[in-house]
């Protein structure tokens, strides 16, 4: 089956304690990204990559590392977590092109102390 | 700079009406994708439909349709006979080709009554 898999799906953490939310895609997507969902705020986009080893920021990089050294996996860490950080991220991928739609993970409730 | 408008907070909808959610854009990149996504309860994301900016037709999929006008950076999305099952909340996005980013309006949370 086609999916995009974050894990955890639930996480509480403390402040400062690094932490890493991983993601998977089966379906050989060239575009990853990384977005947070807060309340009236809607997706905003944390990081995107287009390829391996090619990664940029989105509207809300702060705070946030991501890599992809393969093509499949784009973990998004959080060297030292923040409570304005405590969101539900979303990992996505498409193929590359403007009529690609994403294809979303079921999404990481995160939430720091 | 990209940007995306979704004025409707919330809206409230009787079964069985048609249902109009707003979205406006601005770009200066010709060549772009406007997308609606629907978020249930259940939070996961849900693709509904694709228009490309140099699609000549409204894009339809089943009851969805999109309401294109593009003179006007409009992007409206459609709903005919609305049932329960499509209270959600809706966000409209946009993917520009020149640098493939991808931005989402705030949302607009659709509440259907029986």
């Known amino acids: 089956e086609a999916q995009v898999t974050q894990n955890p799906r639930y996480l509480i953490t403390v402040t400062g304690k690094k932490l890493t939310v991983t993601c998977s895609q089966n379906m050989n997507h060239e575009y990853m990204s990384w977005y947070r969902q807060d309340p009236g705020l809607g997706l905003r986009q944390i990081y995107y990559?287009?390829?391996?080893?090619?990664?940029d920021k989105g509207d809300v990089p702060e705070g946030y590392k991501v890599s992809r050294k393969e093509k499949r996996n784009f973990p998004l860490i959080l060297e030292s977590p923040s409570p304005n950080q405590t969101s539900l991220y979303f990992c996505a991928s498409s193929l590359i092109g403007g009529n690609s739609p994403l294809h979303f993970g079921n999404g990481t409730r995160l939430t720091v102390t | 700079a990209q940007k995306i408008t979704q004025t409707q907070p919330g809206m409230f909808v009787q079964e069985k009406e048609a249902v109009t959610l707003d979205c406006t854009y601005d770009?200066?990149?010709?060549?772009?994708?406007l997308f609606w996504y629907k978020q249930p309860s259940s939070g996961e994301m849900i693709f509904l439909i694709y228009?490309?900016?140099?699609?000549?037709q409204n894009a339809t999929e089943g009851r969805y349709s999109l309401n294109f006008q593009k003179a006007r950076k409009s992007a409206n999305l459609v709903i005919s006979a609305s049932q329960l099952g499509d209270s959600a909340m809706y966000f409209c996005a946009m993917r520009e080709a020149r640098d493939d980013k991808i931005i989402f309006g705030k949302g607009t949370r659709l509440h259907i009554l029986p």
């Open positions: 990559s287009m390829n391996v080893e090619v990664t």
């Open positions: 228009q490309g900016s140099y699609d000549q």
């Open positions: 770009t200066s990149d010709p060549s772009y994708g």
